[in-house]
T-cell receptor, first 115, second 113 residues
Framework: AQKVTQAQTEISVVEKEDVTLDCVYETRDTTYYLFWYKQPPSGELVFLIRRNSFDEQNEISGRYSWNFQKSTSSFNFTITASQVVDSAVYFCALSDGGSNYKLTFGKGTLLTVNP | DAGVTQSPTHLIKTRGQHVTLRCSPISGHKSVSWYQQVLGQGPQFIFQYYEKEERGRGNFPDRFSARQFPNYSSELNVNALLLGDSALYLC????????????FGPGTRLTVT
């Protein structure tokens, strides 16, 4: 069975601080995909990134970076120099080869960036 | 290009009633998935349809059903509504059945009283 754990329920930071959102996953498959989505107050899930299990290379996109470590089954997300507009709920999700038609989401982390 | 659209935006129903939610995928996308998001939780998978056939079903009772039409739009039906069905219902579309990039709509907020 696949499972995603986001241990941080809520995080509050002051603007310009760096913040890391943790994600730990469980799957028995060797082929799987990991995702991060952002859900602002409007409710619509916004796709941020997808990584496959064979590519452990870290990725940077502007102020966003992702650290994928298979050894610890973690796929953490860092926002550098946070901004008020980054305030949202962030979800980590997993799709594996056994049931790649669905995403299994974590419970999400509410990030509040204060001015 | 238009994104995924869902209707209605909000809906209030009474216990025991039936509800139909609608979703139009991004043009050219042939797969539609439905998710239920209860307040404070992550979305939970309900169904996936690809090329008008059910490809996957989550752990939901038979009161939940769906279908996909020839134009790839989809309906989610819920019968005999319970208070616990109150949630945000999200529709996601993807190009094909591999579902590697799912684009979500704004959701339908269902309140059951």
């Amino acid at each position: 069975a696949q499972k995603v754990t986001q241990a941080q329920t809520e995080i509050s930071v002051v603007e310009k601080e760096d913040v890391t959102l943790d994600c730990v996953y469980e799957t028995r498959d060797t082929t799987y995909y990991l995702f991060w989505y952002k859900q602002p107050p409007s409710g619509e899930l916004v796709f941020l990134i997808r990584r496959n299990s064979f590519d452990e290379q870290n990725e940077i996109s502007g102020r966003y970076s992702w650290n994928f470590q298979k050894s610890t089954s973690s796929f953490n997300f860092t926002i550098t120099a946070s901004q008020v507009v980054d305030s949202a709920v962030y979800f980590c999700a997993l799709s594996d080869g056994g049931s790649n038609y669905k995403l299994t989401f974590g419970k999400g982390t509410l990030l509040t960036v204060n001015p | 290009d238009a994104g995924v659209t869902q209707s209605p935006t909000h809906l209030i129903k009474t216990r025991g009633q039936h509800v139909t939610l609608r979703c139009s995928p991004i043009s050219g996308h042939k797969s539609v998935s439905w998710y239920q998001q209860v307040l404070g939780q992550g979305p939970q998978f309900i169904f996936q349809y690809y090329e008008k056939e059910e490809r996957g079903r989550g752990n939901f009772p038979d009161r939940f059903s769906a279908r996909q039409f020839p134009n790839y739009s989809s309906e989610l039906n819920v019968n005999a509504l319970l208070l616990g069905d109150s949630a945000l219902y999200l529709c996601a579309s993807s190009l094909d059945g591999a579902n590697l990039e799912q684009y979500f709509g704004p959701g339908t907020r269902l309140t059951v009283t």
